[in-house]
């Protein structure tokens, strides 16, 4: 190989390396977490709209967020393609079980296409429902102040109706638990 193309090519690594600890970075910058003022973050009315909506789970049965209002809701706005979305599932899974008992309910959202949707759960059954995002899904996670619509991004609703907390980027099962047992009281 001749020497400055080796030069070239270990400069463009270099470079690749470089970009993607820039997008790493960026991202675990831009997990926020929001005080128990929540709402004035978000849009005016956001929630509302959220309970005000109904999308269609995996099997294509209407859920309206409605019969989820007064318990304290986690909803997790996820794609098939996105590696740290279904990474935080099993645990997200194993807390919905764990705390559903106390009032708590999980529902992800897929901004993915229904069929991509469809195969995940069937391959990867989670304990809370999942459903099909689509244009709705989109408007609701830009509502809830994920204009940028990157993934994960969760948002904690307490009984009240009012944001408790809400985060760009992965979060944990043992940070998610500890938050759960701060807004849900238990």
């Keep these: 190989m001749m020497p400055n193309t080796k030069r070239f090519l270990i400069g463009l690594a270099v470079a690749i390396a470089a970009l993607l600890a820039g ?94 949707t469809q195969q995940f759960a069937r391959q990867y059954p989670v304990s809370y429902p999942l459903l099909i995002g689509g244009d709705e899904g989109t408007a609701l996670a830009r509502q809830l102040g994920n204009v940028q619509l990157a993934m994960p991004y969760t948002v904690i609703i307490g009984t009240d109706g009012e944001a408790r907390f809400t985060r760009l980027g992965s979060l944990s099962e043992q940070e998610l638990d500890k938050l759960l047992k701060e807004t849900a009281g238990r």
Aim: proline fraction near 5%; charged fraction near 20%.
């Design 23 to 116: 997008v790493y970075a960026g991202h675990k910058k831009a997990a926020t977490n929001i005080s128990p003022n929540a709402t004035t973050t978000l849009a005016t009315g956001s929630i509302s709209r959220l309970f005000a909506s109904t999308l269609d789970d995996t099997d294509e049965k209407p859920q309206a967020f409605s019969q989820w209002k007064g318990k304290t809701l986690v909803v997790n706005f996820w794609a098939t393609w996105c590696p740290p979305c279904r990474e935080e599932m099993p645990g997200f899974s194993r807390l919905h079980a764990k705390n559903v008992v106390n009032g708590v309910q999980f529902v992800g959202i897929a901004l993915d296409s229904k069929e991509s």
